[in-house]
């Protein structure tokens, strides 16, 4: 079973200040990471993934991403925030085998991202 | 292209009622999930359908959520005798592949308010 923790349910940033948002997760087998935003509203979008390769991966918007196994951690992280950025955004994980459970994304609570004029 | 579609995108509703959800997945997703949104509770598994295989109801909460998946595409997933605790957004998601990378594509949600 895996399960994802992110850390700071609210972030207050000021526009064009750069943002962490952190994610922990704890698994038994290895996992492919994702992070996915969602506007008011709105559905969940995915923002970048992580698969296998390279830890540092880039997704949309501006926003990346880097896998650190060691400490077990996929933080999401953007240089400069524009107000468009308020949202929400999710960490998950899914295991990385096929087979009975595989398909589940497990997600964390969620952070809430304000951008502040 | 379309992508994931859900019906009705607001559900007021009275306790004790019955109340029934509709996603229309991506056209050729063979993989489909239900989710619930609490307030502060995140994303909530429920429910998954693949194919032709018997579905994985181990997430329904209680024996009065039910859901449906007709001719591997459109689902429905009902609820029976509403409780204010069932008051959420209810998310639909498809996905093509079921490998483990699950790139899941989700509709906008029905928000559900049972009074």
């Known amino acids: ?117 | 292209g379309a992508g994931v579609s859900q019906s009705p995108s607001n559900k007021v509703t009275e306790k004790g009622k019955d109340v029934e959800l509709r996603c229309d997945p991506i056209s050729g997703h063979t993989a489909l999930y239900w989710y619930r949104q609490s307030l502060g509770q995140g994303l909530e598994f429920l429910i998954y359908f693949q194919g032709n295989s018997a579905p994985d109801k181990s997430g329904l909460p209680s024996d009065r959520f039910s859901a449906e998946r007709t001719g591997g595409s459109v689902s429905t997933l009902t609820i029976q005798r509403t409780q204010q605790e069932d008051s959420a957004v209810y998310l639909c998601a498809s996905s093509l592949l079921t490998s483990g990378t699950n790139e899941q594509f989700f509709g906008p949600g029905t928000r559900l308010t049972v009074l």
């Not at chain 1, 290895?30 to 969940?44: C, D, E, K």
């Not at chain 1, 949309?60 to 107000?83: C, D, M, W, Y």
């Open chain 1, 1 to 117: 079973a895996q399960s994802v923790t992110q850390l700071d349910s609210q972030v207050p940033v000021f526009e064009e200040a750069p943002v962490e948002l952190r994610c922990n997760y704890s698994s038994s087998v290895s996992v492919y990471l994702f992070w996915y935003v969602q506007y008011p509203n709105q559905g969940l979008q995915l923002l970048l993934k992580y698969l296998s390769g390279s830890t540092l991966v880039k997704g949309i918007n501006g926003f990346e991403a880097e896998f650190n196994k060691s400490q077990t951690s996929f933080h999401l992280r953007k240089p400069s925030v524009h107000i468009s950025d308020t949202a929400e955004y999710f960490c998950a994980v899914s295991a990385r085998y096929s087979g009975a459970g595989s398909y589940q994304l497990t997600f964390g609570k969620g952070t809430k991202l304000s951008v502040i004029p």
